[in-house]
C-alpha cells in the first residue's frame, strides 16, 4: 500500500478489533444487541469523543498540553 496514513489507520483498526475480542469475546459481527443497544453504544461512544475534544481544548487553552507524556 503506498498510503502511509491510511495504512496506519487500518492497522489500528486491525489492533482496536483485537482488543475488543480478546476484552468482550466478541466482534462486531454479533447479533446478540438489538438496534436501540446499539444506538446506545454508538452513542456512549459520541459522548467520550466530545468528552475527549474538550479535554484537549482545555489542554491547549492553559499551556498544559504536553506531546511528549506516554501515560
Do not use: F, P
Not at 487500518?10 to 459481527?29: H, P
Amino acid at each position: 500500500m503506498k498510503d502511509k496514513i491510511l495504512e496506519s489507520v487500518i492497522n489500528k483498526y486491525k489492533a482496536r478489533a483485537e482488543m475488543g475480542l480478546l476484552k468482550y469475546g466478541k466482534t462486531m459481527d454479533r447479533d446478540d444487541l438489538g438496534l436501540l443497544q446499539w444506538v446506545e453504544h454508538a452513542q456512549e461512544e459520541a459522548m467520550d469523543y466530545c468528552l475527549y475534544l474538550e479535554k484537549i481544548k482545555q489542554m491547549l487553552n492553559d499551556g498544559t498540553a504536553d506531546t511528549d507524556k506516554t501515560n
